[in-house]
């Protein structure tokens, strides 16, 4: 119950819940949140988790995640869960769901990859091979990405 309490404190916006320890940074940064000072953020790292061992949380005010948020989520968090806050209460949740392929989330970290040609635009299409532990190939070369850098490299 503390563990609510510590993380229910906004009026509205989102509550990213379970992220890895460690990796709460590099959530605010695929939000976009970094680059928009505008919103404000808490942030809660090392916290004790049954689930995961520790856990970062993370309080995002006046913007709700949609589901292309939660489809980039799912590279850094996928046990991460989502709770919508509306006027002080738990207005939805949502769970970060990894589906089979992931589309224009992230850049193919190989530079002879065909996706590199510019002038020949094409979406960028990763396929999920496992979840558990997360591997991704591009769809046109056929590598598997290093998830490290595929974090980089999302869009
Ligand atoms: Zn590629």
Redesign the pocket.
């Known amino acids: 119950m503390t563990e609510m309490r510590r993380v229910t404190a906004i009026r509205n916006g989102t509550v990213v819940d379970h992220i890895p320890s460690g990796y709460a940074m590099q959530v605010i940064r695929i939000l976009g949140i970094d680059a928009d000072r505008a919103t404000p953020v808490s942030l809660v790292m090392n916290v004790p988790s049954d689930k995961i061992g520790r856990k970062d949380v993370l309080k995002i005010e006046d913007r709700e995640l949609d589901q292309e948020d939660l489809d980039r989520l799912a590279l850094i968090a996928p046990a991460a869960s989502i709770a919508i806050i509306r006027n002080h209460a738990v207005a939805e949740k949502m769970k970060v769901e990894l589906g089979d392929g992931l589309v224009n989330i992230a850049r193919?970290?190989?530079s002879n990859?065909?996706?590199?040609n510019n002038r020949e635009p094409l979406p960028q299409r990763m396929r999920v091979v496992s979840r558990d532990p997360l591997e991704v190939r591009?769809?046109?070369?056929?590598?598997d990405?290093e998830i490290d850098e595929l974090i980089g490299n999302i869009i």
């Open positions: 193919c970290s190989f990859c065909i996706t590199k591009c769809y046109y070369c056929g590598r990405q």
